[in-house]
């Protein structure tokens, strides 16, 4: 079992493996395949990576902010102004390359803000006051959130999730 120097190396582990899980998915689903969306209403397999990232990417830099505050601008313009890399990934290799350096650049991010800075409080979407670490918290159930719905879209393509593999030794 790992020894953690702090609650935010604890927290960045806990986030990498997420992360990673999802690269994993991602990368098993065929490139071909990334328009697939089970019904007109929801989100595409691009679609739903590309989000993964966004609200990643502006949770990441309004969280390690001196100035975080979720209500300067509506959250389509928040998402507009820390996400703009997103929309330049249009193909599975851009996806997945952008998943692993945003979530290097993020963890930089984090560390050099430090844990205390992580404990401060900030105003959350929703008004209530919360910890920065709480809300990073947030992010990464969020993210985890969405690993199980690509899983589910992979069942529904046919696709055995890599999570099953890997577990099932294949």
Known sequence: MPTYKSILEETLEAWEDVRFGIIEEVRNIP????????????????????H??????????????????FHRMSFGRLIKKHAAPVRAATTKG??????????????????????????????????????????????????MYHRGQLTVYERLMGIVPALTKRIRGG
């Open 94 to 143: 851009d996806l997945v390359k952008l998943l692993r350096s945003q979530f290097r650049d993020a963890e930089r991010k984090f560390r050099s803000a430090g844990e205390l800075h992580l404990l401060q409080f900030i105003t959350r979407f929703d008004g209530e006051k919360g910890t920065r670490l709480a809300w990073l918290h947030h992010g990464i159930a969020q993210e």
């Open 31 to 50: 490139g071909g395949r990334f328009d697939y969306r089970p019904t007109p209403d929801v989100m595409s397999v691009h679609d739903l990576v590309a």
């Open 52 to 69: 993964i990232l966004e609200i990643s990417m502006m949770m990441t830099e309004e969280l390690t902010a001196p100035d975080a505050n």
